[in-house]
C-alpha cells in the first residue's frame, strides 16, 4: 500500500520577511522632504518653459545686467534673461537624470540577482566584467566616447548607466547573497520552482529597501554626472538653456552679475539634494527593519 506524500504540505514554508516598503519608508521626515523636494523641481521643471517671460534663447538686455524690472535676475553673457534660461533649463536634466538612475538600478540589480543566484562561472564571467567598468574612469568612457560620437542626449543616458550600473550590481549582489540560504528560498528550490521564479518572487522582494536606497543615491549623481558635462562642454550644447552650461558661459562674470551663474547652481543643488534625502532616508529606515529582525 503506497502512500502519495504532497512534497508542498509535508515542507512547511517558512514566510518570507517584509521589506521596508513605501508606506515604511514613509514614516522617515529625509524621504518626505526628499520626495516633496523632487516633485517640486520635476513640477517647476515641466512648467517653467511656460512661465519663462521672454525666450529663453534671445537677448533683452546688456550682458551681465544686473537684476531689475525688466530682468528679475539680471542677463547673462549674451544679454538673454537669467530668469527665463533657469525655468528653461532643467528640462533636459529632468528626463535624462532620472531615466539614466532607473536604468542602472533595474540592469545592475537583474545582472545582481542572476549572478547572485546561479554562481559558478556566471557569477565570475559577469561580476570581473563589471570590476573592468569600475577600474576604468567613467568620466574619461563618457569623454571618449562623446568626442566620437557627438554629445547627443540619448548617449549620454547610456553613458551614465553604465558609469552607475557596476556600483549597482555590486551592492546587489551583496544584499542578495546571504538569502540563498534562507529557508523560504531553500523550499522554493526544493519543490523544482524555476530559476525566474525564484529570482522574481523569493530574492527580488527582500532587496527592495537596498534598490530604493539606490535610486535615491543613483539620481543624485546622475544630476551631477550630467550637469558636469555640460559644465566642460561635452553635455548640452549651446544655444540650449541648461543648468550646467548656464555655470560654463557665465562663470567669468561672477563679479559682476553673481546670479547669472549662481542661480543655475542653486537649482541643481536643489535637485541633488533631494535624492540625497531619499537615499539617506531610506538607507537608515532599512538599518532600522534590520536591526529588528
Known sequence: M?????LNAATPRRSRPRPAG???????????WGVTLLVAM?????????????????????????????AFLGTDNLGRDVFSR???????????????????VAVGAAIALVTTYYGGWTDLLLMRSLDVLLAFPGVLLTLLCVSVFGPEPVLLVGLVTLTLMPGVARVIRGAALPLLNQEYVLWAKAVGKPAHNIILRELLPNV?????????????????????????GYGIQPPAADWGLMVNENGGGLGTQPFAALAPIVMI????????????????????TEGKA
Do not use: C, H, N
Open 22 to 32: 513605501w508606506r515604511r519608508l514613509w514614516t522617515s521626515a529625509q524621504v518626505r
Open 269 to 288: 543643488v536643489l535637485y541633488t539634494i533631494g535624492g540625497a534625502l531619499v537615499a539617506e532616508g531610506a538607507a537608515r529606515v532599512v538599518a532600522r
Open 42 to 70: 520635476t513640477v517647476l521643471i515641466a512648467i517653467g518653459p511656460f512661465l519663462a517671460p521672454y525666450d529663453p534663447a534671445a537677448p533683452v538686455g546688456k550682458p551681465y545686467a544686473m537684476p531689475s524690472a525688466m
Open 86 to 104: 533657469v525655468l528653461s533649463g532643467g528640462t533636459y536634466l529632468a528626463w535624462m537624470a532620472p531615466i539614466s538612475a532607473l536604468l542602472s
Open 208 to 232: 527592495s529597501s537596498p534598490l530604493l536606497v539606490e535610486l535615491g543615491l543613483r539620481l543624485s549623481w546622475s544630476v551631477g554626472i550630467l550637469s558636469s558635462m555640460s559644465f566642460i
Open 2 to 6: 503506497s502512500i502519495d506524500v504532497d
